[in-house]
């Protein structure tokens, strides 16, 4: 299989999996800030003891595996797990720093509160932490050109379909060239086709997020910028949403908010054909399967469908989203113990340390040939190569730039989402009414 790795600059819990697949590897182009052939104490030959957050630590085994493999790398440092709220980790841990409490490697949950960090002085600067070539995300973490945290994780945005509900409907199943027209196209042959066979299942679930309408519009509209408050590009890809709600080709907007429907149930249960959704449901879709809280039935990943076919297609490299996930290092913690936690930044971003995450479901920032066979080496892993296509060929495109606008930017744009599909404004008048919100709120636009 020939593969390419593209990334640009561009969460969730993940079950834990067991992979039976390659074994790790070196750490790759760790540089001088990490990696397992190094001194393995802090600079006064001292052990280091380090804290760190995290989220979710019993169901989200990601941060276990990279301090186990770091410890053992690094004999002289210890890390030490802190756990956080998940819903209100930003929050706490941004209280946690202020009061000169907070943990020695600060976990980058959300990209668009980098800057929060960052201006209050509490990240450290860590430009000088090498990271290995092709990673992703790395830009996302920058200011000014000052790197303020290095990524271990970069999920991206697929398409999930379930072969067997094709076969059902008589549908082929995506091949990799779709634009939008095709997806739209499909989802109605299918409606068709499965409500002839006697299927209850609708052709598509479309979660209630805003990044499934306006991630796929920012990413793959030219000149899309949501910074300088152009947001035009949403227009068409909502009234594509809105006449799939009307054909009945996916549940609307209200029904799916009112029975707080979940995009693992919708698409493990076989209530829907395709789904849009980022890789870390791979992951969680072989977990519940394998549990029985998802059906047993046939799945695979396709590349979101394409604004046109200049970028659709397996000679072609599709254009998606998604967001870094990253480290950085507190910048109140002494000088021996930043050059330890560099150290672990390192290690997190190399190949060694991906390979580590592909065992266990997690879409690292490093992406080669190694991890993808590690990847889809799990039991129950779609094992075709459209899904191995998909997942590691693809430019990925910043859902939440970084800038201290960000988090305003996107609350106006999610209430406008939530307008819109709910059917309380129209397109053009909820485009419109946004526009004003970010020009007079935050000034943007």
Known sequence: MNRKFVAAAGLATVAALTLAGCAGGDSGNAGSTGGSGESTEGSSGKSVALTMSAWNISSTPEFQTLVDGFEAANPGITIELKEYDAAEYNTLITTDLAAGSGPDIITQKEVKYLTTFQEGGQLADVSDVELPDGISGAESYKVDGTAYATPYRNDSWVLFYNKALFEQAGVATPDGTWTWDDYQKAADELNKGLTAAGSSAKAVYQHRWQSTVQGFANAQTKGADILEGKIDQFGPYYDRTLAMQSSGDQIDFNTSSANQLTYQGEFGKQNAAMELMGTWFVATLIAQQASGDADAFEWGIAPAPQADSSTAGLDKTPVTFGDP?????????????????????????????????????????????????????????????????????????????????????????????????????????????????????????
């Open 325 to 445: 996930t990253g480290f950085g290092v507190n910048a109140n913690a002494d000088a021996e113990k930043q050059a330890a936690a560099k150290k672990f930044l390192a290690y997190a971003a190399s190949e060694e340390a991906a390979v580590s995450l592909a065992k266990i479901g997690i879409t690292p920032a490093l992406v080669n040939d190694t991890v993808v066979d590690t990847y889809f080496a799990a039991e129950g892993a779609p094992t075709d190569d459209l899904s191995k296509f998909a997942f590691s060929t693809h430019k990925v495109v910043a859902e939440n730039p970084t800038s201290p606008k960000t988090a305003a930017i996107q609350g106006v744009l999610n209430d406008m989402h939530s307008a819109i599909l709910s059917g309380s404004t129209t397109v053009e008048k909820g485009l419109a009414e946004a526009k004003d919100r970010l020009k007079n709120e935050v000034g943007v636009g």
